[in-house]
């Protein structure tokens, strides 16, 4: 088998190879009746608005099914697999079939008694419900696959699939567009900001530094790192011979964050970078590539400058999940080179979750020949089911994979390299299927030898009766506290991992432990997990829960790390009222703890407040202004999910750390608090998060992520803008129009056309121009000032041939108006009628 460059994992590959026949899908389906690969099937809203619900049921969705075969899908004994990131109304549905759960996000339809079957050519419409709206195709079914019964084991996708757009009238028109694009000023080139994020201080010199040559560098042995980035920030055709760069670990006066660092251009003596530390030189150099000419431009030469920088937060993260969907190594590369260029400082490493087990333990193979593949299989214990349209073939990219032990050194290094810090998560106790999952494998597998160590790690209770489901539909995904042999995997694991850390020649100061959505009814009516808290004299699963937590943290202690978790590792469920409310526990306030706090939804707008305000240390990742899974709006032609909310570029902009209730209305500040003194000195960072169920592809990601990244850094690097802190509301707002058109401006003419020319491979979202009909012209506008945007009037699409955009447009027709970035890629199309 050749497995696919991106996934050259020998680990993966040698398993896979291992796999019996009999255990691997094979190439082979019923022959006397159609093949998955001949069949058609469509996905279309049945319902006649992404808003409409359906009382009773929500939202209307149709499968429509067409056999291309010449042989007949039976009357019985097939099913019908795909994933959904969301419930559907299961039972029996028209056309006499029936929707079944199966596990997580694991769907299938089975014909039901009286099905007729599917004769060749004929065409099957199969109406279901959703409990809830569907706003955009994050809902719709994902990595459909046809089993007969009469070979079970074999899973084959079906070959034309394709979820159809949703054709309701836009949630965001082109006029609405428009008009939030108008918050902004287009500003000339001399204008822009210059360095993003924005420096402490910079004061501009009145000429410039002319490089007729390339820089001589100059630096010490320890920045010999940062002396080939600066080499590397010069064009290759330059000749020797240029002004000195020198680079250098000094005193930054007034500065005692260690990645501060001056930055001085001028003409008559160079260029001169000190920084506090080898980081700061570091960050003193992706401020002197911010500042060259754009590549290709016809003089090389850089602006007399004095800067004095410095973070305002020494956390500066990016979260990236990679259990979900799988990334290989050079992805992980490419995000790393990404981050250090905006100067975030700390990727944050979803390494293990429900639907995959992502880094090789040494001990613990089934971690990985199990936990690390996703697959269709007729029996348990063998890989993990498809999920998030992975399909049924366990050599799919994005359901397998994982970083060997050798991959993961690598990875630590390269970061290092660019002075951020990988934490990795390892999910617990809830998040937790795929190790749960492998370590029953492994018991199993060692029972049946007869080994007496078979039960040494195993995650779960075999008698526990609990009823739950979790965020994802699982019901079987929490480790159990009652179990001795749950805490000796944890402390392996942890173990194993600090290990790596030593290996790469790496700090390691935590472990993200998870913590988060742990479902209501776990442990409950599990006997192992009853007979611990009579041992221990815990009143309830809450006291067991803390009981949990004291005991990793001891083992996180034991290697000389802090714990850190998701917020609910801070929290502690309580009753008030009859209703469940989460406070901060008292329990662990002074054990240094750091809780990453996500949930800002309703209700909760203040839990970070009270947390900081209690003692603990803060990364906030809200999910209303950092969750780059997030759709940038509710059109349905936007990727994403919705769940906590819509995030265009602006509401990253607005966030302020230090002041989330900002941006709230009046009425629903009452009674929330605010950050204390106190509180604020807890606040360590921010982070964007991005969870990865709808991220199938690369270009998926940049679309997501980018530019919305740049907007995290900003506020992560630079202090509160002048707006934010203006008591009087006009002058607030325009300070606000002032600095958000510098921003955008920044983007649009300078910062993403960076990428573009020094062909990054980063697909960022292009978003679609605003469109406003006033009077007899159609007047344009777009989110970032001086990108290049194209029309048509004849109602065709815009290409690379298509006029440009130069003032408004008087022509008659339908005007479809584009952006374009510098390499000729092509954004959202906005489009308006004018007969």
């Known amino acids: 088998m050749q497995l696919p460059s991106r996934l050259s994992y020998t680990a993966l590959a040698l398993y896979l190879l291992a796999i019996p026949l009999a255990a691997q899908p ?58 959904c990131v969301c419930s559907m109304v299961t039972g029996a549905v028209p056309g006499k079939l029936a929707l079944e759960h199966v596990a997580g996000e694991l769907f299938r339809f089975r014909p039901a008694p009286g099905f007729a079957g599917l004769a060749p050519g004929a065409t099957l419409n199969v109406e279901y419900s959703y409990p809830g709206k569907v706003v955009n195709l994050s809902r719709a079914p994902m990595g459909p696959y046809l089993v007969y019964d009469a070979a079970p084991a074999v899973g084959v996708r079906i070959g034309d699939y394709r979820a159809m757009p949703i054709a309701v009238k836009p949630a965001v028109t082109p006029e609405d567009t428009y008009r939030r694009n108008a918050g902004a000023d287009p500003l000339p080139p001399s204008a822009v900001p210059p360095v993003l994020p924005t420096p402490l201080q910079l004061e501009k010199g009145p000429g ?57 251009i001028r003409a008559d003596s160079g260029i001169s970078i000190v920084g506090n530390s080898a980081a700061g030189v570091f960050y003193g150099l992706q401020t002197l590539r911010d500042l060259m000419p754009l590549p290709g431009a016809t003089s090389m030469a850089l602006p007399e400058v004095a800067i004095t920088d410095a973070p305002r937060f020494g956390y500066r993260g990016f979260q990236l999940d990679v259990a979900r969907n799988f990334l290989g190594k050079q992805a992980v590369f490419k995000w790393l080179d990404l981050m250090a260029r905006y100067k975030l400082n ?30 269709h299989s007729d029996r348990p214990g063998l890989r993990l089911e498809p999920a998030y349209g992975s399909g049924p073939d366990p050599r799919d990219t994005n359901g397998s994979g994982f970083y060997t032990r050798a991959d993961y050194i690598e990875i630590l290094r ?32 060692l029972q049946a030898a007869g080994s007496k160590d078979a039960a040494k790690y195993l995650l779960n209770d075999f008698q526990d009766r609990s009823v739950y489901s979790s965020a994802q539909f699982y019901s079987d995904n929490v480790m159990n506290p009652g179990l001795d042999s749950t805490y000796a995997f944890i402390d392996h694991v942890v173990t194993r991992v600090a290990a790596l850390y030593k290996a790469a020649g790496v700090r390691l100061r935590t472990i993200h432990v998870g913590g988060d959505e742990l479902a209501d009814g ?23 829960w803390d009981y949990f937590y004291d005991r990793v943290d001891t083992i996180l202690r034991h290697q000389g790390l802090y714990a850190s978790g998701w917020e609910e590792l801070a929290a502690r469920s309580t009753m008030l009222n009859g209703k469940r409310k989460l406070i901060p526990n008292p329990r662990f306030t002074q054990r240094g703890f750091r809780a990453y706090v996500w949930n800002n939804t309703t209700g909760a707008e203040d839990f970070a407040n009270r947390l900081g305000n209690a003692g603990y240390d803060l990364i906030l990742s809200p999910v209303t202004s950092m969750y780059m899974d997030q759709s940038y709006n509710a059109n349905p032609d936007e990727p994403g999910v919705n769940w906590g909310g819509y995030i265009e570029l602006d509401t990253v902009y607005d966030f302020m750390p230090l002041d989330m209730l900002k941006n709230l209305a009046p009425d629903a500040r009452i009674g929330k608090d605010g950050l204390t003194d106190y509180g604020r000195a807890h606040v360590r960072g921010i982070e964007a998060n991005l969870f990865s169920e709808t991220v199938l592809e690369p270009a998926r990601m940049d679309y997501l992520v980018m530019p919305r990244l740049l907007a995290v850094a900003e506020r992560a690097w630079a202090p509160d803008p002048a707006w934010a802190t203006e008591p009087d509301s006009a002058r607030s707002a325009a300070l606000h ?71 408004p447009i008087a022509e008659h027709g339908v005007i479809q108006v584009a952006a374009f970035d510098r390499n000729g890629r092509r954004g959202l199309v906005a489009r308006v009628d004018r007969p």
Not at 523 to 539: F, I, T, V, Y
């Open 208 to 264: 410039q530094l002319v490089l007729r040559g390339r820089p001589t560098v100059s630096a010490a042995a320890p920045l010999s790192g940062e002396a080939a980035l600066a080499n590397a920030l010069f064009p290759a055709g330059l000749p020797a011979g240029g002004p000195p760069l020198r680079l250098s670990v000094g005193t930054v006066a007034g500065q005692a964050s260690p990645e501060a660092y001056t930055l001085a």
């Open 414 to 445: 390269y970061a290092a390299a660019r002075h951020i810090d990988v934490i990795p998560e390892i999910e617990m106790p809830g998040h937790a299927r795929a190790a749960v999952q492998a370590m029953a494998a492994r018991y199993h597998r």
């Open 346 to 375: 700390t990727m944050h490493f979803h390494l293990t979750d429900d639907e995959g087990w992502r880094l090789e333990i040494d001990g613990l193979p089934e971690l990985t020949s199990i936990g690390a593949v996703r697959g």
């Open 26 to 83: 094979l190439a082979t389906e019923a022959p006397s009746f159609a093949s998955a690969s001949k069949l058609q099937l469509r996905w279309e809203l049945a319902t006649s608005s992404a808003g409409t619900q359906t009382p009773g049921r929500g939202a209307s969705a149709r499968l429509i099914l067409t056999n291309h075969d010449s042989r007949p899908l039976p009357a019985q004994d097939w099913s019908l697999y795909f994933n």
């Open 522 to 544: 776990a442990w409950e009516k599990s006997p192992a997990s009853l007979a611990r808290m009579r041992k221990e004299g815990l009143a309830n699963i809450a006291d067991l």
């Open 737 to 807: 129009r002032a600095a958000w058109s510098g921003f955008v401006n920044a983007l649009g003419q300078r910062v993403l056309p960076r990428l573009d020319l020094e062909h990054a491979g980063v697909d960022y979202r292009i978003a679609p121009p605003g469109l406003l009909v006033e009077g007899d012209r159609v007047l344009v506008n777009h989110v970032l000032p001086g990108i290049t945007l194209r029309y048509t009037a004849d109602g065709s699409t815009p290409t690379t041939a298509s006029p440009p955009v130069t003032g």
